[in-house]
C-alpha cells in the first residue's frame, strides 16, 4: 500500500458529462501529481500541486483542470467529457516539490473512467 | 523534449534472471526509475538510482545506469510468476519537475 488514496476507483459516465476525481496524498506529502494512463498515449503527466499552488503543467486539456486543497487533498475536474477520455488516471504525492529537491513519487491505485 | 523507449515484451523461464531495459534522451536528467504495474493495480514503485551511480542493487533488483549511452537496465534474478508484470521506466528532469515514462515492458514469467 503506497499510503495514497485515490477514489473512487471506477467511474462510468456519458459523453459531456463533467466528473470529478479525489486524491489523498501520503501523510505528510505536500506534492500531489496527475497522470493519465491510455493505451494509446501511455502515462502522460498533466498537472502538479504544491502545498496549494499550481507548480508545473503537461499535457492537459482546457477541459480538465485540477486544485490542491489547505488539507492537502487534490481533485481533478473533467468536463465535456469525450470517448477518448477513457483513460486510468493516477494521482501521486511526494514529499517536496521544489526543483532542487527530489524525493520518489508513490503513486494511488488510479481511478478508471469510462466515458460511453 | 524527453522520450524514453522500452521494449515492449519479455518472456523469460521461472528461475532466470529478466534483464529489462530502457533508453532515455534527456542528459539532464537526475532520477531514473524503475515501477512496476501489475493487471489492475497501480504503480509500485521498485528502485530509482541517481545519475551520477553507476549501479544500485537491492534483494534481487539490480539497476545499471550507462549515462554516457543514456542507457538504464533492471535485472531481476531469480524470476518468479509473481513478477509477471509491466515494467515502466521513468526519468525525473529537475527542470520540468515531472516523470517521463516509457511504453512499458510487459514480463511473462514462464513455469
Known amino acids: 500500500d503506497s499510503g495514497v488514496t485515490q477514489t473512487p476507483k471506477h467511474l462510468i459516465t456519458a459523453t459531456g458529462q463533467r466528473v470529478t476525481l479525489r486524491c489523498s496524498p501520503r501523510?505528510?506529502?505536500?506534492?500531489v501529481y496527475w497522470y493519465q494512463q491510455s493505451l494509446d498515449q501511455g502515462l502522460q503527466f498533466l498537472i502538479q500541486?504544491?502545498?496549494?499552488?499550481?507548480?508545473a503543467k503537461g499535457n492537459i486539456l482546457e477541459r480538465f483542470s485540477a486544485q490542491q486543497f489547505p488539507d492537502l487533498h487534490s481533485e481533478l475536474n473533467l468536463s465535456s467529457l469525450e470517448l477518448g477520455d477513457s483513460a486510468l488516471y493516477f494521482c501521486?504525492?511526494?514529499?517536496?516539490?521544489?526543483?532542487?529537491?527530489?524525493?520518489?513519487?508513490?503513486f494511488g491505485n488510479g481511478t478508471r473512467l469510462t466515458v460511453t | 523534449g524527453e522520450d524514453v523507449e522500452q521494449s515492449l515484451f519479455l518472456s523469460v523461464r521461472e528461475g532466470d534472471s529478466s534483464v529489462i531495459n530502457c533508453t532515455y534522451t534527456?542528459?539532464?536528467?537526475?532520477?531514473l526509475y524503475w515501477y512496476k504495474q501489475e493487471p489492475g493495480a497501480g504503480l509500485q514503485l521498485l528502485t530509482y538510482?541517481?545519475?551520477?551511480?553507476d549501479m544500485k542493487q537491492d534483494q534481487r533488483l539490480t539497476v545499471l545506469l550507462n549515462k554516457k549511452d543514456k542507457h538504464l537496465s533492471l535485472r531481476i534474478a531469480d524470476t518468479q510468476t509473481g513478477d509477471s508484470a509491466i515494467y515502466f521506466c521513468?526519468?525525473?528532469?529537475?527542470?520540468?519537475?515531472?516523470?517521463?515514462f516509457g511504453t512499458g515492458t510487459q514480463l511473462k514469467v514462464e513455469l
Open positions: 538510482i541517481f545519475s551520477n551511480m
Open positions: 501523510s505528510g506529502d505536500l506534492s
Open positions: 500541486y504544491y502545498n496549494g499552488e499550481e507548480r
Open positions: 501521486a504525492s511526494s514529499p517536496l516539490g521544489r526543483t532542487e529537491e527530489h524525493s520518489p513519487l508513490h
Open positions: 534527456d542528459s539532464s536528467s537526475t532520477y
Open positions: 521513468a526519468d525525473f528532469t529537475g527542470g520540468g519537475n515531472k516523470l517521463t
